[in-house]
């Protein structure tokens, strides 16, 4: 008999409690039920070009074919895609799933260390970069085993005219390509420039489709390994959760969240394709103006994003002409969602904000409010079909209901562990339920909500941003002698990373130290404030207590 868990009470009726995981044997057998189903429907839209289902499978096709034809890779090595939100990337990805390989996903805005430690970390043997960032792959790239260069330009799918104009105006007036020189290098347009087959690779739900780098639970960088049954069985999760709100081959998702984020890659990307939705993306979705002037263009019925992003547009004075009659549903997640945001939000729209709470470690969906109109705003909602929650304190004890525990999650969406870290898995799985690092409670609706956090990780605009990261880095600095790193609440970030800083040289200074991070850290995990202090608070064996920084 299966348990009859106390959240099942408060499932919309149209939600079943468990899913088949074995639905659908690979991402590629999605794909390939939506090209028949929906042909010649729109799939992917960005800057006004839009390809068809049947015209996405014949490109990754292509693509599946160059990579088993003209390069030396094989089934199961590891492929990079380094591109913003742009045709390019489905392309490349249902490519490389269909010849059998692995995606690796990689921040186009990593700088050349981060790229150089996670494509060794990870093994990987080629690249697909957008020819703006090659300049930093030239920087790494012969202390790597990358054997295949690949590089994309943005105009590259936008036709001949369109294409080359955009192209132009990318490298000579905006000045957006930094001059590189990699010897060997294949061009995108070239590997896709061809109409034959590739042979077919026998996927199962047991193939690993992709490697999610990130800190993890445990805060040391590493590739969470998922597989092909992972995507799948989340995927089938939310299409579940939703019922018939979405109706195949109607919907627009509107997906300004990158596609190497795994929120975005699950619910927009692939869930997209299953319903037969155009999937319109963004390229640059801080360009606010640019943004708001895509969404008047037609109306959208699917949203997702973060709580800055849904800040950001509520605060632009042209956000509330569009159109939103259309709207469905607004899925939220990535880091916490703020009261007041979500309020304005429905208000604004006259669509409630749906909260959802995952991890890349699971897929990333793990729990979601309830789409009937009985969500609870602050709470990150209930267990999603076919997943458990269980709540332990610090001796690995389950508590009781309405106590305080760390969150465990075992669902068929949770990672098959961390890629080449067995002492890392050891961490992170209790049994057969994976421990997240995050302090939550149940209420007597079944509802969870987050109280604490357990692990050290900063969330800046939904981005996980682990300290000792950042304070490997700034320790680099010569003038420094210790550092420790917190985050710290932010309005606009929902936290911002904070650095303590012991000088070895008093010379040093904030713009010192930021103007060193610049070069070596991505945007997002820049310190925004530095305090600097005669000691750092310590435990009796040496360590930096971080949490009592101040």
Known sequence: MKENYPWYKSYPSFAPHEIDPEKYSSIIDILNRAVVKFQHKPSIENMGKSISFIELDKFSDAFAWYLQNK????????????????????IVAFGVLKAGMIVVNVNPLYTADEMHHQFNDLGVKAIVILENFACNLEKILNDTQIENVIIASIGDMLGTIKGAITNFVVRNVKKMVPPYKIEKFTTFKETINQKNKPEIYPLTIKDIAFLQYTGGTTGVSKGVTLTHGNICANMAQVDGWLGNVLQEGKEIFITPLPLYHIFSLTANLILGIHLGA?????????????????????????????NTLFNGLLNQPDFA????????????GGMAMQDIVAKKWE???????????????TSPGASV????GKHKIGTIGLPLPSTVFKLFDDNGNEVPPGQ???????????????????????KVFKGEFMLTGDIGV????????????????IIV???????????KVISEHPGVLEVGVRGVPDEKTTEAIKAFIVKKDPSVTEDNIKEFCKERLTPYKLPKHIAFRDELPKSNIGKILRRKLE
């Not at 943004?291 to 699917?302: G, L």
């Not at 605009?461 to 304070?471: A, C, K, L, R, W």
């Open 404 to 426: 305080p525990g760390e969150i465990a999650i075992k669902g068929p969406q949770v990672m098959q562990g961390y890629w080449q870290k067995p002492d890392e898995n050891a």
């Open 461 to 471: 605009s939904g981005f996980n941003v682990f300290p000792n990261e950042i304070e």
């Open 321 to 332: 002409e569009i159109d939103f009659s259309g709207l469905k549903i607004t899925l939220a």
């Open 369 to 372: 409010n309830p789409i009937d």
């Open 442 to 457: 149940m209420d007597e609706d079944g509802f969870f909500r987050i109280v604490d956090r357990k692990k050290e990780m």
């Open 278 to 306: 155009k999937i319109k993306l963004i390229t640059n979705p801080r360009d606010l103006k640019g943004f708001i002037k895509e969404m008047k263009k037609e109306k959208f019925s699917f949203f997702s994003g973060v």
């Open 347 to 361: 208000k604004v729209t006259g669509n409630p904000v749906i909260e959802a709470y995952g991890l890349s470690e």
């Open 71 to 90: 390069t030396q890779l094989k089934p199961g090595d590891r492929v990079a895609i380094q591109l913003p939100n742009l045709i390019q990337f489905p």
